[in-house]
C-alpha cells in the first residue's frame, strides 16, 4: 500500500489565508499549533486540510480574543486527526447509532429515457421534501415508495431539467455536474467573485462593553448568542460558540422537524421553543435580540427577513449586533434563493463527479464526511468572532455570511491529494466522551481544539427543543 502524499496546500497555508483576510495579527497566528498530516479519511480533496483550518480559525480567534481582555495569551492546538473525526457526526444514544439518512437520500442515475444521460442527488431526510419530490417524480408519497420505483421514475427526466423543476416548487435536488460545467453555470461564477468569510457593516452603534470575566473563564464568557439553525452547519457553529464560552440560546419552531443529529449538536446550549407564526413569540424573540450580542441563523434566504429578523431590522432593533448568515449559494447569482444542503452542494459544484473519476468509479462518489457543513460551521463561528473583534474596536452593526457553495470553491482550490483513498480511516476510539443528554447517554466525539489556559468545554448538556423557557440564563 502506498503512502499518501500531504496535500499541496496544507493545512497552515489555509488557515493563513483566512487570518490574514480578517486582518488579524500575526502573533494570534503564531500562538496556534497544527500537529498531524495526510488524508485521515479517503479522499482526493484535501478535506483534513479544510477541517483542520477551519476548526483553528475559529479557535485561534477565540483565544486571540480573550488576548484582548486580559492582557496575555494563550496556544492553541488543533490535532488533525481529531478534528476530522469530530467532524464525521460519529454519536450513539444509550448505546444506538442514529439513522441519519433517509432510505431514499442519495446519488441516482436519470436521463435514459429523456435522450440524455446523467446524475441527479435526491435529499428526503425531511418527510415534506421527500414528499415533494415523489409527487414531482409521479410517484406515490410515503415511506412505501422504494428506490427502484424512485430510479425507474427518474429515466424519464434530464437531471438539470429535473434540479429547476424542483428548485421552483420549493425542493431540495442537485443534478450531478463536472467541474467545467459549475464553472460556466452563473452560479458558479458568483461564487468564485465572493470572499469566503464575507464581514460586512451593516449600521451605526458605538463600540459595546463586553462583559467582566475573569482570566481562568474561556474566552467568550458573558457573551450572548441566539442560534436559529436546523441543519449541520448552523449548529455546529452554534456548538462550536458555546464550546469557547458563550451563552447559547438555540431557538427551535414546534412546527417544524428537526434531524437526528441535533442530540449531538446541541452540546452546550440551552434549548427553547419559539413560533415565529405567532406575534406573541416574535415579540419574545425581539426582548432577547435586544440582549444578544449573535444573532445566528440558517433558515432558507429571506425566511427570517420576512418575519422581521433580517440583518438590517436586526441592527436596528439591537445596535452593535453581530448578524451570522448561512446559506446554500451564496447572497449573489440566480441561485442566491436556492435551497441546498452539504451532500447536494457536492454535486451541483462537481466534487462527487472528480472524486469517481480520482477512484477509477463509474457513479459519483461522495465525500466520506459531510466536510462542507462542517468546514463551514467552524467559518461561521469564526466569522462571527472576527465581527466581535470588529466591533469591540470600531463600533458599528455586522453581517457575517458563509456559504456552503463558497466553502466548496476554497476546499477545491487546496488542491488535491496523491493516493488520497490509500488511507485506512482511524479508530474513534480514543476521542470519544460520555455524557448524559435529554436525548439518552450521548457517546460523541469531544471538541479537538485544545487551549493551554481555558480548556474548551460544554456547559450544558445536550436537550430536546422546547426544554427550557425562552430566556436568558439567571446563572
Same mark, same amino acid.
Given at each position: ?57 475559529? $479557535? ?66 425531511? $418527510? ?22 424512485? %430510479? ?82 448552523? &449548529? ?23 434531524? %437526528? ?86 454535486? $451541483? ?13 463509474? $457513479? ?65 476510539? &480514543? ?32 436537550? &430536546? ?11
Amino acid at each position: 500500500m502506498t503512502t499518501p502524499a500531504p496535500s499541496p496546500a496544507s493545512a497552515h497555508a489555509a488557515l493563513r489565508g483566512l487570518w490574514n483576510d480578517a486582518g488579524l495579527p500575526a502573533d494570534g497566528l503564531d500562538a496556534i499549533d497544527l500537529s498531524g498530516s495526510g488524508p485521515v479519511l479517503p479522499s482526493s480533496f484535501a478535506v483534513a486540510d479544510a477541517i483542520q483550518a477551519s476548526m483553528a480559525a475559529a $479557535a485561534g480567534i477565540a483565544a486571540e480574543l480573550w488576548h484582548r481582555r486580559h492582557g496575555r495569551r494563550q496556544r492553541v492546538h488543533v490535532p488533525r486527526e481529531h478534528a476530522v473525526l469530530e467532524s464525521c457526526a460519529h454519536f450513539t444514544l444509550d448505546g444506538a447509532a442514529p439513522q441519519l439518512w433517509d432510505k431514499l437520500s442519495g446519488l441516482y442515475p436519470c436521463g435514459a429515457e429523456a435522450g440524455e444521460t446523467g446524475w441527479v442527488r435526491l435529499h428526503a431526510n425531511f $418527510a415534506h421534501h421527500r414528499d415533494g419530490a415523489l409527487r414531482l417524480l409521479g410517484c406515490p408519497p410515503g415511506e412505501g415508495t422504494g428506490r427502484d420505483e424512485v %430510479e425507474l421514475a427518474l429515466r424519464r427526466w434530464r437531471a438539470e431539467d429535473l434540479e429547476t423543476a424542483a428548485a421552483e416548487a420549493g425542493l431540495v435536488l442537485a443534478a450531478v455536474r463536472s467541474f467545467e460545467a459549475w464553472d460556466r453555470h452563473a452560479q458558479g461564477q458568483a461564487v468564485r467573485a465572493a470572499p469566503l468569510v464575507r464581514i460586512e457593516r451593516i449600521g451605526d452603534a458605538p463600540p459595546q462593553r463586553w462583559p467582566a470575566a475573569a482570566a481562568h473563564q474561556r474566552p467568550l464568557h458573558g457573551l450572548r448568542v441566539l442560534e436559529l439553525t436546523r441543519i449541520l452547519a448552523g &449548529p455546529v457553529a452554534g456548538r462550536t460558540l458555546a464550546a469557547y464560552g458563550a451563552e447559547l440560546l438555540l431557538i427551535n419552531s414546534p412546527a417544524l422537524p428537526n434531524i %437526528e443529529a441535533i442530540a449531538e449538536t446541541s452540546r452546550g446550549k440551552r434549548s427553547a421553543w419559539l413560533d415565529l407564526r405567532q406575534e406573541a413569540d416574535r415579540d419574545t424573540l425581539r426582548r432577547l435580540v435586544k440582549e444578544a450580542q449573535v444573532f445566528l441563523q440558517g433558515y432558507r434566504p429571506g425566511g427570517l427577513a420576512a418575519l422581521g429578523f433580517g440583518p438590517d431590522e436586526l441592527a436596528r432593533l439591537r445596535p452593535g449586533i453581530v448578524a451570522v448568515s448561512l446559506s446554500a449559494y451564496g447572497p449573489d447569482g440566480p441561485w442566491a434563493g436556492r435551497r441546498g444542503f452539504d451532500s447536494l452542494v457536492q454535486s $451541483a459544484t462537481g466534487f462527487n463527479l472528480a472524486e469517481a473519476e480520482a477512484a477509477g468509479d463509474s $457513479a459519483p462518489r461522495a465525500f466520506p464526511l459531510q466536510a462542507l457543513d462542517y468546514a463551514a460551521g467552524y467559518l461561521l463561528a469564526f466569522g462571527a468572532q472576527a465581527a466581535l473583534a470588529r466591533q469591540a474596536r470600531e463600533g458599528g452593526s455586522w453581517h457575517v455570511q458563509v456559504s456552503l457553495a463558497g466553502v466548496a470553491h476554497w476546499l477545491r482550490g487546496l488542491g488535491r491529494v496523491d493516493g488520497g483513498f490509500a488511507v485506512q480511516a482511524p479508530s474513534f476510539e &480514543p476521542y470519544r466522551i460520555s455524557e448524559p443528554s435529554g436525548f439518552g447517554r450521548l457517546v460523541t466525539i469531544g471538541h479537538a481544539a485544545r487551549f493551554s489556559e481555558t480548556p474548551a468545554h460544554c456547559r450544558w448538556p445536550s436537550m &430536546p427543543p422546547g426544554t427550557h423557557p425562552a430566556t436568558w440564563s439567571t446563572d
